[in-house]
């Protein structure tokens, strides 16, 4: 277990901070993440090119490191060594959140293995702005960031999904966006969705419908510009109303995939909204067993 103080701590380590930036309009930068850029000793940077104009805008001049995810190996051990002598450094990418479909995520587990602080600022996020003016519902939601760009590994990942209720996020290139609905509608059916181009720029623009009408849309007025898709989960009635044989047969593939039998226990009561207790009498054939001979098998289960 570890404890972190933020603020004040007394450690003699310096802070590794997550600066968000802007996705587009350079007025969403905020105060406090200016001021860290220009108090850090060091700030590393997705891309120091972009990152430069942003620093020049903001009359920021402290020094940059590349770090990105072709050389994250061999810069970790650099920056962690600047950590541990006192200094700080700001990690950014070149839009939004770092870590969140960006560089970031091995630092961060890096940096807190050594027991330094991590200190993230709020601010700009595509897929969460995007969100809660699309009109669908905000909570509960799924971020799965970057789709599979093959078909069938596209189909296959829909497949997997498509019993869930939560809207689901993504993020797509605008060249494959056509393609990837083509994909999605094969397997969602013609679901609600948004299509956000532009976020916070000039030409920002919704795209709300079904499928079917975006398809359409696409094909007459060809996307440009950053795109990220919001698509509504699984309605109730959509939901698998799968029979035991059939849940039983579900947790049986999962676990011939290599899954353990609670991992797959809990992935198909998920898939099928279920609660997980019921997949699992299910696949043990318990619903008319006793109490005991259910916790000998759970018991047998955890050891596995």
Do not use: W
């Not at 004040?8 to 860290?36: C, K, W």
């Not at 720029?201 to 919001?230: D, N, T, V, W």
């Not at 676990?255 to 353990?260: C, N």
């Amino acid at each position: 277990m570890q404890i972190q103080k933020s603020v004040n701590h007394s450690l003699p380590f310096g802070t590794l901070y997550l600066v968000p930036t802007p996705i587009g309009n350079l007025q969403d930068m905020t105060f406090r993440a200016i001021e860290t850029l220009k108090t850090v000793d060091l700030i590393a940077a997705e891309d120091t090119r972009n990152t430069g104009l942003l620093l020049k805008h903001f009359e920021i001049e402290t020094h940059q490191i590349s770090f990105h995810e072709h050389n994250a190996y061999e810069k970790i051990p650099v920056l962690l060594e600047m950590l541990r002598s006192g200094q700080s450094i700001a990690q950014v990418s070149d839009a939004g959140l770092p870590s969140i479909s960006d560089p970031g995520h091995d630092l961060v587990q890096a940096v807190i293995a050594e027991n330094i602080p991590v200190v993230a600022l709020p601010g700009a996020s595509a897929g969460i702005t995007a969100l809660i003016a699309s009109g669908l519902a905000p909570q509960p939601h799924i971020f799965y960031g970057f789709l599979p760009r093959k078909a069938g590994q596209q189909k296959a990942f829909f497949e997997e999904k498509k019993h869930y209720s939560e809207t689901q996020i993504f993020y797509e290139s605008p060249h494959r966006v056509k393609a990837t609905l083509e994909n999605m509608q094969a397997v969602y059916g013609d679901r609600s969705v948004v299509v956000v181009r532009e976020l916070t720029k000039l030409y920002e623009e919704y795209q709300r419908g079904h499928i079917s009408e975006l398809l359409a849309f696409i094909a007459a007025h060809p996307l440009k510009g950053e795109c990220l898709m919001i698509v509504s989960g699984a309605e109730k009635t959509e939901a698998c109303e799968a029979d035991e044989v059939d849940l039983k047969a579900a947790v049986e593939a999962l676990i011939e995939a290599g899954s353990k039998p609670n991992q797959a226990i809990k992935e198909v009561a998920k898939r099928y909204q279920l609660k997980k207790q019921e997949v699992y009498d299910v696949y043990h054939e318990l619903r008319y067993e006793g109490v005991k001979k259910r916790q000998k098998i759970r018991k047998h289960d955890e050891e596995a």
